[in-house]
């Protein structure tokens, strides 16, 4: 009886851990690296901008800046080219949105964000990545092949009036409609994040 029930236990046990997703935490490692080094320059360059104190000259942030642009831009497309675009069930929501965000500064590549694009969009539909990062990255896409964007994230910030504005986008009187359909506030809203620096 004990072995039957103990058996039962072992049956019950693998079909729980078939079911659930395998995070694979190598991958997480780098991407959380890949990611550190992507905010590391991009925060010093704020800095200059915002005539903070950095302890760096804004050439050397430049090309470092541009350094790791290139290097994350090369472990990306290893990434992908062996796992797809990372989604939540991969990485987890937050390396997945890391990954994300170091792709969106992958501007060199405009081929390779396309690519990205076709896979992110897969996983959103799957309910594996997030519709508003794929917003994002369509919009940078369109604008960089010269094209208006959809959703209207993409912005020119003015420090003289301290406002910014939606570059040129698609049926601008229906932004918003598509916007909430992937998850965006309006977009009146978002302009608010920015207008408040």
Known sequence: MKLVFSFAIMIITSLNTAGQSS????????????????????IESEKILNGEKTEYKENFINRQLAKTDSLNLVEAKSIIKRYGFPGYSLVGE????DFWAIVQHCDD?????????????KQVKRNNASGQNFALLQDRVLLSTGK???????????????TAKPL??????????????????PLNNYLKLFNKN
């Open 94 to 97: 937050g390396y997945s949105n």
């Open 109 to 121: 590549d405009i081929k390779f964000q396309k690519q990205v694009l076709l896979l992110l969009e």
């Open 168 to 185: 040129p986008t698609q049926d601008s009187a229906n932004v918003d409609k598509r916007r909430k359909a992937v998850g965006l506030s």
């Open 23 to 42: 995070i694979n935490h190598q991958l997480q490692k780098k991407i959380e690296f890949m990611f550190a080094e992507d905010q590391k320059w991009r």
């Open 148 to 162: 208006k964007q959809i959703y209207g994230t993409q912005v020119r910030y003015n420090p003289a009036t301290k």
